[in-house]
């Protein structure tokens, strides 16, 4: 059975984007692949955080996990700093990379644009992702648009260290969803939905009430025409939308612009909002019952301890490929 390693950060309430484009595919995949979703909280230090708020962040994010549908039985749930293994290869890949690939990433230059002060760890943390990849032997890694380029240096470092020293590690391979991988923002439909806009308007929250959502997705930005018609360039927030019901309700984009053909907009914003009301109620409904139970601790400590047995066993080829060490004499 195939490996599938993914992340999110805790850095922020999840999003309607992060739900259709991630979470919800993970669900599927657990059925037919070996799985392990952690909760990257070393990669949102990054970035200041206040520690209460992150505590917190981590455990709605777990909670979210399991209400979305994640089974503790078919899949590896776990905190990565709880994982002590995700650093120490951390490190380890930082020798593989070289600081103009990493000075190249896309993130690292538009998260350090314009500022005085930025963290080294933000220049580092690819290494630190390939490190949580890697440790599982990761066959396929389920990613949006916007993190294919770490994943391919994720690809690069594990080749580098194996010609180097000896084929430890997995070459991953990047699955990126087709329909919801990259959910937009309802203000600015030419950017992605973010947790950290300050437009509350502009995204969907996975614990947002539904009238909430529903006053969200009526003030969405469209156009004038009142087509319903998918077309990123010329109609960018109407195509969102149109994505948004396709991965709430698994039709095509071809059966919604059939269905709506002669519909007017008001309609359609309708439909959308109560598709993704009707999403997100029995999810919002085992997360309330989950949040602050021993049951949620209890599959965090069993996922902990499942990944450290995978990972401390690559760790440890790792090291010895590269001379670090004793080799104990028995």
């Known amino acids: 059975m195939e490996t599938i390693f993914s992340g999110i950060q805790p850095s922020g309430s999840l999003t309607l984007g992060n739900y259709l484009g991630a979470m919800k595919q993970f669900v599927e995949l657990q059925e037919d692949y070996n799985c392990y979703f952690c909760i990257v909280d070393e990669h949102a230090i990054t970035v200041p955080q206040d520690r209460l708020k992150l505590r917190k962040n981590i455990r709605e994010l777990a909670a979210l996990y399991i ?8 899949a590896t749930l776990f905190i990565q700093s709880e994982v002590p293994a995700h650093t120490q290869l951390g490190w380890i890949m930082q020798t593989q990379s070289y600081i103009g690939e ?23 943390y690819p290494p630190l992702m390939a490190a949580d990849i890697l440790l599982y032997n990761t066959s396929l890694v389920p990613v949006g648009n916007d993190q294919t ?20 590690f997995t070459i ?3 699955k990126v969803s087709e329909v919801g991988a990259r959910i937009m923002s309802l203000q600015e439909p030419t950017k992605k939905m973010s947790k950290s806009d300050v437009n509350q308007k502009a995204t969907i929250y996975m614990l947002d009430e539904p009238k909430q959502i529903e006053k969200k997705i009526k003030s969405a930005v469209t156009d004038s025409d009142g087509v319903v018609r998918f077309d990123k360039e010329q109609k960018p927030g109407i195509s969102n939308l149109m994505t948004i019901l396709a991965s709430c309700t698994n039709q095509t984009l071809e059966q919604i612009e059939e269905k709506y053909r002669g ?10 909002a109560d598709a993704v009301v009707n999403e997100l109620r029995p999810i919002q409904e085992r997360f309330y019952q989950i949040i602050d139970s021993q049951e949620l601790d209890d599959i965090l400590d069993q996922g902990a301890e499942k990944a450290s047995f995978v990972a401390n066993k690559t760790l440890a ?3 010895k490929a590269m001379g670090l060490g004793r080799v104990k004499k028995r």
């Open 102 to 124: 990493l000075e190249r990433m896309t993130q690292f230059k538009d998260k350090s644009k314009g500022k005085e002060a930025v963290s080294s760890a933000l220049l580092t």
């Open 263 to 272: 519909v007017g907009y008001g309609q359609f914003k309708q439909d959308v």
């Open 172 to 174: 991953p391979q990047i």
């Open 317 to 319: 080829k790792a090291k």
């Open 67 to 74: 209400a979305s549908g994640i089974d503790p039985n078919k």
């Open 149 to 168: 380029q770490h994943l391919e240096l994720t690809r690069d470092l594990a080749e580098r260290f194996n010609n180097k020293y000896n084929d430890i």
